[in-house]
């Protein structure tokens, strides 16, 4: 398993930005396929972004619908860092984000996908 702590997360107004960050540590980061998943109020785990490299070093990316074009995952593996840039923020992105790692290999939407979790950032958006 991977040992995660994130940060990042705040009150931002609407049409802001913030920027989230997941260290890790344990497995190796880099052939780890890291997701971001987030839980508003009263609602169910959500997929959000998801990332993961292929044996020739290539970076598979995917997005939630409700986030394609706003949001960015990326990674630092020198620094056993992923990061969620989140732009052009609404109030319906507020909630608690998450971030995930698993062994996986392949582009994974399903939070069962995963095996280690950090313990949650909370993220508010105002109107």
């Known amino acids: 398993q991977v040992q995660l702590v994130e940060s990042g997360g705040g009150l931002v107004q609407a049409g802001g930005s913030l920027r989230l960050s997941c260290a890790a540590s344990?497995?190796?980061?880099?052939?780890?396929?890291m997701g971001w998943f987030r839980r508003a109020p009263g609602k169910e785990r959500e997929f959000v972004a998801t990332?993961?490299?292929?044996?020739?070093?290539?970076?598979?990316?995917d997005y939630a619908d409700s986030v394609k074009g706003r949001f960015t995952i990326s990674r630092d593996n020198a620094k056993n860092t992923v990061f969620l840039q989140m732009n052009s923020l609404k109030p319906e992105d507020t909630a608690v984000y998450y971030c995930?790692?698993?062994?996986?290999?392949?582009?994974?939407?399903?939070?069962?996908?995963?095996?280690?979790w950090g313990q949650g950032t909370q993220v508010t958006v105002s109107s």
């Open positions: 995930a790692a698993g062994a996986q290999r392949r582009l994974s939407y399903t939070w069962w996908d995963y095996d280690s």
């Open positions: 344990g497995r190796t980061f880099s052939s780890s396929t």
């Open positions: 990332q993961y490299r292929s044996g020739g070093g290539t970076y598979f990316v």
